[in-house]
């Protein structure tokens, strides 16, 4: 390699400051195996810790796309996972091979705009069991009977749901190579629940996660849309990850019980959607109350209180607090979304206001 590209690279990447440490890329050893293709494309690995922010990626690859280089790859390793790092003067190799013999190792890759999907709403919970995929099919189904264009991408790949909730589950077409998706109460539908046996289960590292996101997001004909609702699993995961490296997130709606438990949970998954720049649009607070049949006061199975307060720690909005109503999970089994089955409910008015000022936020 060039000893003028090296001092390029290494100056790019000393004036990117990992806020774990306070020092550079650089000065705290997070680069290895910097390399270049002769025509000029540069890869370099970097070691990133799960205690280290994730946007250190798209900075170090800013850094050197800013100092003049057209083509350049990241790729990501936990240092826990190799030797201990070598010294600064060892980081190097020699120039690669326009067409390497070996395959390329993972990268971060950059995200794609997809304008004809409009804003791209993930929908997350920090645990299963809050009502995250209840939620987001009445989102979905409420913004479609006021007048939007509207998709769900089922990105729940380990329990992929959101065909049982909206009724619907068939082979989608495929026309001009491209994947039709599925249309359910005015919403259109990809699930990977259309792909694979219900009785199948889904083991399926990173990778694969990534290559379905990427796949749903870019090969399925959805039109143009208005939402695209995301339909996260649980947690902070890959499915997570991938999509926040595949495309633009407009925002993220997170899911919760009034319990702590749930609450805690969700805290650590809205702090994942900050560290990766998709600002959290707000907390919907489900399962509030329920309706006592015989008083018709609320009681508070789950506790009180732990949207509002995840709200105010978070510094967002509390969109809606939604009551534990038997039809809501009835719908839910039988393909019948709450807001269109039993649209005068208390439940199905709640649902219908968040999806409203879910709209006003993402204008």
Known sequence: MPESLTATIDAALATVINPRTGKNLIESEMVRDVATTREGAVRFTLLLSPADDARLVRDARQAVEAAGVA????????PNEKPA???????????MDAAPAAAPRPHAPTPVAYPHLGRIIAVSSGKGGVGKTTV??????????????????DADVYGPNIPRMLGVNAPPPVENEKIMPLEAHGVKIMSIGFLIERDQPAIWRGP??????????????????DYLFVDMPPGTGD??????????VTGAVIVTTPQEVAV??????AK?????????????ENMSYFESPATGKPLAIFGSGGGKRLADELHVPLLGEIPLYT??????????????ADERSNAARQLTAVAARIAERTK
Do not use: Y
Request: glycine share 10%.
């Open 136 to 153: 987001c099919v009445n989102l979905a189904v409420a913004l479609a009977k006021a007048g939007a264009r509207v998709g769900i991408l």
């Open 85 to 95: 790092p070598k010294s600064a003067a060892s980081r190097t190799l020699p120039v």
């Open 71 to 78: 083509n350049v790859r990241v790729d990501v390793k936990d």
């Open 327 to 340: 039809p809501v999970r009835e719908g839910g089994d039988d393909g019948r979304p709450i807001v269109e």
């Open 272 to 284: 994942m959607f900050e560290r990766v720049n998709v600002p959290v649009l707000g907390i919907v």
């Open 239 to 248: 499915a997570q990850l991938s999509l926040v490296q595949a495309t633009h």
């Open 208 to 225: 694969i996660v990534m290559k379905i996101v990427t796949q749903f997001l870019r090969d399925v004909n959805w039109g143009v849309l």
């Open 264 to 269: 805690g949970d969700a805290l650590r998954g």
